[in-house]
T-cell receptor, first 112, second 116 residues
Framework: DAKTTQPNSMESNEEEPVHLPCNHS???????IHWYRQLPSQGPEYVIH???SNVNNRMASLAIAEDRKSSTLILHRATLRDAAVYYCILTLFGGSQGNLIFGKGTKLSVKP | EPEVTQTPSHQVTQMGQEVILRCVPISNHLYFYWYRQILGQKVEFLVSFYNNEISEKSEIFDDQFSVERPDGSNFTLKIRSTKLEDSAMYFC??????????????FGPGTRLTVL
């Protein structure tokens, strides 16, 4: 599986936007970009995924660089509940037919 | 909203004993997974299951581990002879429907296994 690189930690203020970066310079043409998060003492939770185009859903937006070697998860207005570890994961064929390889992720702290 | 459930929430066992961790995936899903997370470490893939057989497994999933879908609703992980290093949180996940978006894995709340 292609490797991703994320900062170990980030801080944000409540109600401000958060941009979580991910580098994946060895991504292949058939790799999807997934983002999951893990709130304290809970199981991982799907956030968003994309292939080439930017994506929006009710939780977040995903901005994918034109060369696909990096992406950014955007939380438009951080809340205290968004404090979690965020994982950027590359998967083949969309991920549902195979495993997710979790890295260490980015621990997001949200200050009131 | 449908969810993955797991029982028990916490299992304590003696080293060498067999344990069975149970999961009820989302009812119309077709793909099932087990992951584990040792305290303070990364989430690690163990095994994926589709069409009543293992489709992928990691190096962690050795012959001490087995999975089964004994009926139409449950998905179990058995550890035959537990070791101290099996102590971890075990997460079950499911994904995929016959016609919908299969990119999202839904995780259960986990079973904390403590081996003494």
């Amino acid at each position: 599986d292609a490797k991703t690189t994320q900062p170990n930690s980030m801080e944000s203020n409540e109600e401000e936007p958060v941009h979580l970066p991910c580098n994946h310079s060895t991504i292949s043409g058939t790799d999807y970009i997934h983002w999951y998060r893990q709130l304290p003492s809970q199981g991982p939770e799907y956030v968003i995924h994309g292939l080439t185009s930017n994506v929006n859903n009710r939780m977040a937006s995903l901005a994918i660089a034109e060369d696909r070697k990096s992406s950014t998860l955007i939380l438009h207005r951080a809340t205290l509940r968004d404090a979690a570890v965020y994982y950027c994961i590359l998967t083949l064929f969309g991920g549902s037919q195979g495993n997710l390889i979790f890295g260490k992720g980015t621990k997001l702290s949200v200050k009131p | 909203e449908p969810e993955v459930t797991q029982t028990p929430s916490h299992q304590v066992t003696q080293m060498g004993q067999e344990v069975i961790l149970r999961c009820v995936p989302i009812s119309n899903h077709l793909y099932f997974y087990w992951y584990r997370q040792i305290l303070g470490q990364k989430v690690e893939f163990l095994v994926s299951f589709y069409n009543n057989e293992i489709s992928e497994k990691s190096e962690i999933f050795d012959d001490q581990f087995s999975v089964e879908r004994p009926d139409g609703s449950n998905f179990t992980l058995k550890i035959r002879s537990t070791k101290l290093e099996d102590s971890a949180m075990y997460f079950c996940a499911s994904s995929g429907t016959s016609g919908g978006d299969r990119n999202e894995q839904f995780f259960g709340p986990g079973t904390r296994l403590t081996v003494l």
